[in-house]
């Protein structure tokens, strides 16, 4: 055999051995790294997939927040309704007697189905939080408030008297009950310690409130000689029907919520988780929403002063709110957990109309409908702002306590498979 016959022989044995070597490994061989089609085919893979055009990824974006902030959207709507379309004066307090007590059951009825009981008695047996919060609801908001006031009041033609008295008024009212809880449940708060709360500061707001509006208006200040004498003694008809809404429909649904969790815990997590409708208390709470500015509308409130002293309430609601929350969110993470420090961030800023308006009625009998219409402005705008900036904050939040959830489920997980009889060996 000669030479070149033997080379040949040998230049074939190895391409079959190369052939062999690749289909047995599924690693490409130094040649095949060099081929040029090697090159290309590594460079189709290395190649950043293709982004979507920009008016997809805008679509994407905008249908998110649709989804996520569709509360926001419909209180929107819902505002511009009421200021179009009123129900009839005469029928304004049966509207508010049914909106009130309805949606304000239907809220604590679910929150009562679906919060632990254990969890909810050992939230109100925190007291060093309840002075926390509450000392900072009444006594923190309302000297802030009144700060302001007492500036605005430097010059007396820049803002109207009565409007000056509501801006107090918002300071010294408790937090709002609904919103919160509805809130706080949206942004994975401690909803618990949130229903304590509210309902602890509503049941101090006709105690506290008085005493906090008559102390800040008895300085004698120009834009006080609004307001008539006081008539302290009807306070006891202020106390008699608070007392009766927290019991019917806040304390009473809870309760009754609290008993179809524990009995039949099957079907009402079938009713509320599987078929939504725990979603109930978002729509709820949009029509207590409603009417308070369906009432405010009707009245005339909103026609019945200047342009820009609207303005500069609507301005001085963003700046109260900012700041109050600021303030007990930046407390709270001294010594409170997330989920803590998120129930606190929606109770401390957050206040009530609900309450201040009979307040005004009440403590100073003979207040011109025009002058109350005034004082219930800043409670009003400051309550629509509030619903708005707590709806964007919880996608801050949810974002801010998420890796906080995910490692509490994956501590969960590894404990379930370290458990005898859930697979582990």
Request: aromatic letters at 10%; proline letters at 5%.
């Amino acid at each position: 055999m000669t030479s070149s016959a033997t080379s040949s022989i040998r230049d074939s044995d190895a391409s079959s051995i190369t052939a062999i070597t690749r289909a047995g490994s599924g690693r490409p061989t130094a040649a095949d790294v060099a081929s040029p089609s090697h090159e290309a085919a590594e460079r189709k893979d290395d190649a950043p997939a293709k982004r979507p055009p920009l008016w997809r990824r805008l679509l994407s974006h905008i249908s998110f927040f649709v989804v996520d902030q569709w509360f926001l959207i419909a209180l929107g709507a819902l505002i511009l309704l009421a200021s179009q379309v009123q129900v009839p004066i005469s029928q304004q307090s049966t509207k508010e007697l049914v909106v009130t007590y309805l949606c304000v059951a239907i809220i604590f009825l679910i929150t009562g189905c679906t919060l632990p009981t254990q969890v909810l008695l050992q939230n109100y047996k925190r007291w060093k939080i309840h002075l926390f919060v509450q000392s900072q609801s009444f006594l923190l908001t309302s000297a802030i408030a009144f700060a302001v006031v007492s500036l605005c009041a430097l010059n007396p033609g820049f803002m109207d008297d009565a409007l000056l008295v509501g801006i107090i008024f918002t300071g010294c009212v408790p937090t709002t009950i609904a919103s919160n809880v509805v809130m706080t449940a949206q942004a994975h708060g401690d909803q618990a310690l949130t229903v304590v709360e509210s309902t602890l500061g509503n049941a101090l707001g006709p105690f506290l409130t008085p005493l906090l509006v008559l102390m800040y208006t008895s300085t004698g200040a120009w834009y006080t000689k609004v307001l008539p004498d006081t008539g302290a003694s009807d306070l006891g008809e202020l106390y008699r029907r608070v007392f009766m809404q927290l019991g019917l429909s806040l304390f009473l649904p809870l309760v009754v919520g609290q008993i179809l969790q524990n009995v039949l815990p099957g079907p009402t997590k079938l009713i509320l988780v599987k078929w939504q409708l725990k979603r109930l208390s978002s729509f709820a709470l949009l029509l207590i929403i409603w009417q308070t500015y369906d009432e405010a509308f009707a009245t005339g409130a909103f026609s019945s002063v200047k342009s820009d002293n609207i303005i500069f309430v609507i301005f001085i609601s963003i700046a109260f709110y900012a700041v109050w929350t600021i303030i007990c969110v930046g407390l709270s993470l001294l010594w409170l957990g997330k989920k803590d420090t998120i129930a606190v961030a929606y109770c401390v800023p957050a206040k009530t109309p609900a309450m201040g308006v009979p307040l005004a009625n009440v403590m100073f009998t003979g207040l011109s409908a025009i002058n109350v219409s005034k004082i219930q402005i800043p409670m009003v705008i400051f309550q629509g702002f509030q619903i708005a900036a707590g709806s964007l904050l919880t996608m801050a939040f949810r974002r801010w306590i998420r890796p906080e959830e995910e490692r509490e489920k994956g501590d969960e997980g590894s404990h379930d498979e370290s458990t005898p009889g859930n697979g582990a060996p």
